[in-house]
């Protein structure tokens, strides 16, 4: 992704607050009226299932986040673009894995 790409993405989610995400309650049926996402609870599979505009402010989302709790104000963005391929691919072996965990593992 170049890195104009990247600016936008990560601007749009962060001022938008990925609104585009379907809510999904611990049951896993959508709630129609909750604008609550717990990040902590959302799975790998939740990722991979989005179309393909919401898995991009996803993941630019949870790069802001990190970002954000390490004090970073300057990013690498390629590689952030490295980081996301690595998120994907141990999502696509790992779907029941908390997205969160997958991206603090590899934004050490």
Known sequence: MNQLKWIAVLSTAFLFNIPSISVYGQNGTKEENSSMINAA??????????????????IAYFHG?????????????????????????????????????????YRR
């Open 41 to 58: 609870t959302i799975s790998c599979r939740k990722l991979l299932k989005l179309e393909d505009s919401d898995k991009e402010a996803t």
């Open 65 to 105: 986040f990190i970002s954000g709790k390490k004090n970073e104000l300057m990013v690498d963005v390629d590689k952030l673009g490295d980081i996301s391929e690595k998120v994907v691919d141990r999502c696509i072996d790992r779907p029941n894995d908390s997205l969160l965990s997958v991206f603090e593992r």
